[in-house]
């Protein structure tokens, strides 16, 4: 075939070539700057891992400075990653803007943003579950404060980091979502074997990650022409010592038969993080097993 396309265009090249495009490794995430929210928890340590094992230099930020620390130090002494530790509290918008600051002190900038940190109802006890969790009993303060976290928080990190990336002309957004965003949920997961149930899943969780999804969108347009990319990572359920009946009812409403593994959504990331997907934004990436598939 000719240097010209069928329609008689020039044919279009990557910047580099195709070979020192791939071969270079446009996965790699080298050079680069990655915050990651709720970084000590189950996902957030995956994600730190996953952008380290690529190259980055991981800011582990959460709400405990003395567990960022220690797991900035197994990501270095397991894994030789550059990592930093910097506690954070993503619903005040001080909290966040000193992250920020620290993070630029100590790195220069931020290259990557991965919102991770995010809350889900907890009770302290089958009997106060059953008060509480269905929609009709759920009290305005659960409702407030998983807002506060999952949208305020996600939207305070943009704001400030984001805002940054958009004054220097590059960056890329991460903003995990859920399949709770995209489809109801299913009650009848948190049904026991004998037909019992004490826990149904709030309209909370759901209305927030659903925020989450639009917030995506908007950044997106409204970042695009300065080089900040924004997408979101929607992933399914995870196993993280559920009861035994739970994971295997999820299973079966699965196609992939399973749940997912922590290390399920490594790949994904780091594309989102790296070049490889740099004509991506607003997108919504679904990993969930073909979860949302029926």
């Not at 094992?53 to 960022?68: E, F, N, W, Y």
């Not at 299973?251 to 959504?265: E, N, S």
Request: aromatic letters at 8%.
């Amino acid at each position: 075939m000719s240097k010209a396309n069928r329609v008689g265009g020039p044919v279009a090249r990557p910047r580099g070539g195709l070979r020192r495009g791939w071969a270079g490794g446009t996965l790699s995430l080298e050079g680069k700057v990655a915050v990651v929210t709720g970084a000590v928890g189950l996902l957030g340590r995956a994600h730190c891992r996953a952008l380290g094992a690529a190259g980055a230099k991981v800011v582990v930020a959460d709400l405990d400075q003395t567990a960022c620390e220690k797991f900035a130090g197994e990501l270095g002494e397991e894994q030789g990653i550059s990592a930093h530790g910097v506690a954070v509290d993503i619903t005040k918008p001080q909290s966040v803007e000193s992250l920020h600051a620290r993070v630029c002190s100590v790195f220069t900038s931020v290259d990557v943003l991965v919102n991770n940190a995010a809350i889900d109802d907890k009770f302290e006890s089958d009997e106060s579950a059953a008060a509480l969790s269905r929609f009709e009993s759920y009290p305005l303060e659960r409702w407030q404060k998983l807002l506060d976290v999952n949208v305020t928080g996600t939207f305070l990190c943009c704001q400030a980091i984001g805002s940054a990336m958009a004054a220097r002309g590059s960056g890329s957004i991460i903003n995990v979502a859920s399949t709770y965003a995209l489809v109801a949920p299913d009650q009848s997961l948190y049904q026991r074997p004998d037909g019992t149930q004490s826990f149904w899943k709030s309209a909370a969780y759901p209305t927030t990650k659903a925020a989450v999804l639009g917030l995506t969108r908007f950044l997106a347009a409204y970042w695009g022409g300065h080089g900040v990319r924004v997408n979101a990572l929607v992933p399914g359920g995870v196993a993280a010592g559920q009861q035994t009946w739970f994971q295997e009812a999820y299973a079966r409403r699965v196609p992939l038969g399973r749940m997912a593994q922590v290390t399920d959504y490594a790949g994904v990331l780091v594309f989102l993080a790296s070049d490889a997907s740099s004509y991506m934004t607003g997108a919504n990436v679904v990993v969930d097993g073909g979860w949302t598939a029926w």
